[in-house]
């Protein structure tokens, strides 16, 4: 083998491929905030909500757990417009990631919620609560807990799947590893670099989850 | 054996004359095929309309076809050398094939390893968008959202007109750019004359017409260097098809845009 790996050219434009990278973490970061929210909600009405709202939810979490993410893309980027809802690149990119993510991670706390004692919820209706108020004030804090490992390799998933949306012009990290393989033509020193910076990214957000676990289900168990 | 002066002097006289006829047999290069009653012309078939496969399997498109009039013209059977882009001059360094005729832009560049004939035909790049835009020049392009194609020609040279405030933004197919065109997620994209035409004809409710030409490559035929005689007989040909309009007929047919004027070599 003989190639020669050139980097300088790569270096050079090393600005415009962090800027692509921390596109990426804010696009994944945005999409994990509202995804959870989106999760911890459904997961509630698929477990507690009245029949009709269940079968809804578990429409929308089958449904985007068995099409391929490109296509929900494509049908929010390019087929909403046709009614009338348009959003920009990026925009589309984090409602899509939003949607598919909270699909996934559903299915992920409506496992933790199930895995909590009868006998909590039973002590929240002794005491006179409500539904919602057992679940949020009994239920959630215990079964994020033993989901949250799941919920974080579920946000890498999110994290590397947003490579993704360069189909649609988003100008993340991929993105711009594109454009560069295709004006300076060394597809494996961009590609190498980019590869690189994902690893990063996605081991120091691993770092950020195994503290924010720490913080929250640890030492706050102890105060 | 002794070794003189005469003899160094015969030796290289011998080398002398064997330079020279090779030479000569290069300048008859027309005569060869006119002889041989058979040309070989490059076929690159990975670039429609200009060279594609028909459903036989057969190469066909505009240069193709201007390959078949040109051996018709000349009078002698036409052998097609099947290239990938990239082989196309190779093909004629390593006479593998007497004429090129495989889209090659007319490049200055390219002008060191090959000679051009006149131009025979064109790519434009252009700027396209439904009716409503209001583009009329590159100066317009100013806070419009354009689309366009990663690694295309395009992509090369729409940015250096395009004033600052215009927001170019990349795909990485024709197919994700042209349908965000017709989504409305761009106001207007660049490309290829016979593509936005094509996108036009295909989408009529959606009004869209070449707004303006960014930059027109021309296409030559190529002759290895120093072939006079071949290159004087293509030139005479693209200038004969030039006026009596077949060329214009064979673009029009394969590409479904008119084909711009050629200037002259």
């Not at chain 1, 698929?46 to 757990?65: D, F, N, Q």
């Not at chain 1, 919602?132 to 989901?147: D, H, T």
């Not at chain 2, 200038?239 to 050629?262: M, R």
Request: glycine share 8%.
């Amino acid at each position: 083998m003989t190639y020669v790996f050139q980097f300088g050219i790569v270096f050079d434009q090393l600005p415009l491929l962090l800027e692509g990278a921390l596109l990426t973490i804010r696009l994944a970061a945005t999409a994990m905030v509202f995804g959870l929210a989106v999760a911890v909600m459904c997961a509630y009405l698929r477990t507690s909500g009245p029949k009709p709202v269940r079968v809804l939810v578990a429409a929308y979490v089958e449904g985007i757990r068995n099409t391929p993410f490109l296509v929900q893309l494509y049908i929010i980027y390019f087929s909403l417009p046709a009614l009338g809802i348009r959003f920009e690149a990026n925009q589309a990119a984090v409602v899509a990631m939003v949607v598919s993510f909270g699909a996934y991670a559903t299915e992920i706390v409506r496992a933790g919620v199930q895995s909590v004692p009868v006998g909590q919820v039973e002590v929240g209706l002794a005491l006179g609560l409500k539904r919602f108020q057992i679940y949020r004030l009994i239920v959630l804090f215990p079964a994020l807990k033993v989901v949250f490992p799941a919920l974080a390799s579920q946000f890498i998933l999110l994290l590397l799947g947003s490579s993704v949306v360069s189909a649609i012009s988003a100008n993340e990290l991929t993105a711009v590893a594109n454009s560069l393989q295709s004006t300076t033509f060394r597809a494996f020193e961009v590609y190498i670099v980019a590869t690189v910076m994902y690893l990063t990214i996605a081991v120091a957000f691993r770092g950020f989850f195994a503290a924010l676990y720490w913080i929250v289900f640890v030492r706050g168990r102890e105060r | 054996m002794q070794v003189t002066v005469r003899h160094l002097a015969a030796a290289c006289a011998a080398l002398f004359a064997v330079a020279i006829g090779s030479q000569a047999a290069d300048a008859q290069a027309l005569d060869r095929i006119l002889k041989d009653k058979k040309i070989r012309i490059t076929a690159e078939v990975t670039s429609p309309p200009f060279g594609i496969l028909d459903k036989d399997n057969k190469p066909t498109g505009s240069e193709v076809e201007t390959a078949r009039q040109l051996a018709k013209d000349l009078g002698v059977e036409l052998e097609l050398v099947q290239v990938t882009g990239p082989q196309r001059i190779p093909a004629l360094l390593s006479d593998r094939a007497d004429l090129a005729i495989s889209s090659l832009s007319i490049t200055t560049d390219r002008a060191k390893t090959v000679w051009f004939s006149s131009p025979h035909g064109a790519l434009s790049i252009v700027i396209g968008g439904g009716k409503n835009v209001n583009i009329k020049s590159a100066a317009d392009l100013a806070g419009k959202k354009i689309g366009m194609t990663r690694a295309t020609l395009e992509e090369q040279v729409v940015p250096k007109v395009a004033p600052p405030g215009t927001n170019i933004v990349f795909f990485d197919e024709h197919s994700a750019t042209q349908q965000a065109l017709l989504s409305g997620q761009v106001d207007a994209i660049g490309g290829a004359a016979f593509l936005l035409n094509e996108l036009g004809k295909r989408n009529p409710d959606k009004g869209i017409e070449t707004k303006f030409t960014v930059v027109t490559a021309f296409y030559g035929i190529a002759v290895k260097p120093g072939n006079f005689d071949l290159l004087q007989w293509v030139n005479t040909w693209v200038f004969v098809n030039k006026q009596n309009g077949v060329l214009a007929k064979i673009y029009k047919e394969h590409t479904g845009v008119d084909l711009v004027d050629l200037p002259n070599l």
